[in-house]
Each structure stands twice: as C-alpha cells, then as structure tokens.
C-alpha cells in the first residue's frame, strides 16, 4: 500500500522560508514521477514542482527560483525548499507521486497536472505566509 505523509508546514511572515517533507512507503522511486502540489482556499489544486528519478525538475512560473524540489532515494523521502515566500504562496500543499512507471522525466510535469488522477497523495500540510 503506497503512502505519502508531509511535514513541515506551519505559519511564516513574507520573505520567509519553510522545507516541506514528504515520506513516501510502499513504492519504488526507480523510474517514477513524483511532486508538489498546492490548493489554496476557493481555487483548483495547481502543481508546484515535479522531479523524475534522474533529477529532471519542473516548476511553476510562480515559484521559479524561489522553490527547490529535491528528493533524498535512500530515505524515500521527497522535500520542498520554500524561500522568499509570499502571502500568495500561502496554501494546503500536498506531495503526490505518479502511478506509472516512465521511461524520461519529459512528461512528468504534463503527466501529474493534467491527469491528476494518476497520482497517489498525501493529506496535506498547511502554509500560511503573514504579510
């Protein structure tokens, strides 16, 4: 049974940073596409970042050069480095990892936020940024 628990969420003051953890059981991290998420109250889920087993990364327009998605194999562990953070980036994040097995990490931004019913999810972990 594949799980997926985040941390690290909680309350910042613009300008500020947070690093979001997100354990993944149960599941390989060979070959697979996995990211982050974000819903903020009265909007649709947007994807944040996506990383495939290489290293190959995508990022929204909005967190670019601001957002680090990484991801640790050893401890089936994914994370979000949040820096200079904004009262707009303040959200339920969530971490997600694709059902398929891919060959490149090419399609992994289109795959997981387009079709985001391929994805396993986490409950969530709150990010409240104070202007």
């Known amino acids: 049974q594949v799980q997926l628990v985040e941390s690290g969420g909680g309350s910042v003051q613009a300008g500020g940073s947070l690093r979001l953890s997100c354990l993944i059981s149960?599941?390989?991290?060979?070959?697979?596409?996995m990211g982050w998420f974000r819903q903020a109250p009265g909007k649709e889920r947007e994807g944040v970042a996506t990383?495939?087993?290489?290293?190959?990364?995508t990022y929204a327009d909005s967190v670019k050069g601001r957002f680090t998605i990484s991801r640790d194999n050893a401890k089936t562990t994914l994370y979000l480095e949040m820096n200079s953070l904004k009262p707009e980036d303040a959200a339920m994040y969530y971490c997600?990892?694709?059902?398929?097995?891919?060959?490149?990490?090419?399609?992994?931004?289109?795959?997981?936020?387009?079709?985001?019913?391929?994805?396993?999810w986490g409950q969530g972990t709150q990010v409240t940024v104070s202007s």
């Open positions: 997600a990892l694709n059902k398929m097995i891919w060959s490149s990490g090419d399609y992994c931004w289109t795959t997981m936020t387009v079709k985001q019913g391929g994805n396993y």
């Open positions: 149960g599941s390989t991290f060979t070959r697979r596409c």
């Open positions: 990383i495939y087993s290489d290293g190959t990364t």
